[in-house]
């Protein structure tokens, strides 16, 4: 085998997507009329805003967690799943534990708004504030897990997280088996991981580019040191791709590292650009994590003529005031 795929195999894929079929939505794949005409391509949209959460991250959750019961019986998980994510982790944890009938404790920082607790409260998870930082919320949760038996579900770095995001790869090579290329938001790279390695399993010629921010781009920043490194983080229209990999990162970076054929960054101008553009031409709300793609295409002037193009339109966990402030910098 060409690819040693860490962990994600064309068979832990497949594993993965049994696992989760009829508790995450199969996206749909749609054509978009006016980017294919602007690019001269076939462009083709990822909708996984159509997830019960908004965003994809429930695919890897699901598996992980379902994966878990398989392996060591419901019981082990009776003290309960745990991590701390404020955005589309944190729900998808609690949605996807309330579906396989576990517990699930989600870590908050005194800072989060009382709104984004409460949504993860109406899923059926308890919401732990502790602490005034994402990092404070961090040593929570690993004392949950050190001292009250608690299983952590990490965003992004294991084998069966990104094989659970993985499963997007086989259902594009499904209803597109002539894709060219596909542009994928990056951060901790479960996301890219897994759909590159079950791209490249079924058709290796398939194009894998990632987009990161131009802030900030940890795993970037990573691939060219040669190790994990951490970066300064900054506010961002696509705080999605915002956090670090972890410096004792053990999958996703040897993962994306593999699978990833070429990288852009894009500004929060472009990124602004192509959120308002989403909306008004293809009616579709989306946060700036997941309108990355054809900011990329925009702003770097990407030649994908002729090609059968998918963009990953990976959540829509966006609030007014931020769509607000995409507006304002576009200027209308
Ligand atoms: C988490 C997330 C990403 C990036 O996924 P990684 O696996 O961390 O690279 C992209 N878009 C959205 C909407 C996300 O929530």
New binding site residues.
């Given amino acids: 085998m060409s690819h040693s795929t860490h962990g994600v195999t064309l068979a832990e894929l497949y594993r993965a997507r049994k696992r989760i079929t009829g508790q995450v939505v199969r996206s749909p794949l749609v054509p978009s009329a006016a980017l294919s005409r602007r690019f001269d391509a076939e462009v083709l949209l990822k909708l996984?805003t159509c997830q019960p959460t908004?965003?994809?991250?429930l695919r890897?959750a699901t598996n992980m967690i379902a994966a878990l019961i398989e392996r060591h019986g419901r019981e082990a998980l009776a003290r309960g799943v745990t991590t701390a994510s404020t955005?589309?982790?944190g729900r998808a944890v609690a949605f996807a534990a309330a579906r396989l009938g576990v517990p699930a404790t989600i870590c908050l920082s005194t800072l989060v708004p009382s709104n984004k607790i409460a949504t993860i409260e109406a899923l059926g998870a308890t919401v732990t504030r502790v602490g005034a930082s994402q990092d404070q919320a961090f040593e929570e949760v690993a004392r949950l897990v050190d001292e009250e038996g608690m299983t952590l579900i990490p965003?992004?770095d294991d084998p069966l997280?990104?094989a659970g995001?993985g499963t997007i790869g086989l259902e594009l090579m499904e209803d597109a088996p002539q894709l060219d290329r596909v542009f994928?938001?990056?951060?901790?790279?479960?996301?890219?991981?897994?759909i590159g390695a079950a791209m490249k399993a079924i058709r290796p010629e398939v194009q894998v580019t990632g987009v990161s921010l131009s802030r900030g781009a940890a795993?970037w920043k990573s691939l060219e040191a040669g190790h994990p490194v951490a970066v300064e983080e900054a506010e961002s229209l696509?705080d999605?791709?915002g956090?670090g990999?972890g410096l004792d990162n053990r999958c996703?970076f040897a993962l994306?590292d593999e699978v990833m054929d070429d990288h852009y960054q894009v500004s929060e101008a472009a990124i602004a650009h192509a959120m308002v553009d989403m909306l008004e031409n293809e009616k579709l709300l989306?946060?700036g994590?997941?309108a990355?793609g054809l900011a990329a295409i925009e702003e770097h002037g990407i030649d994908i003529r002729g090609q059968t193009v998918a963009l990953?339109v990976?959540?829509?966990?966006v609030s007014l005031e931020t769509l607000d402030r995409a507006r304002h910098l576009v200027g209308r």
């Fill in positions: 996984e908004g965003a994809f991250k890897g955005g589309n982790h965003p992004f997280i990104a995001q994928v938001g990056l951060s901790g790279g479960g996301l890219l991981g897994g795993m696509g999605s791709l956090g990999i996703s994306v989306v946060e994590a997941a990355v990953i990976s959540g829509n966990g």
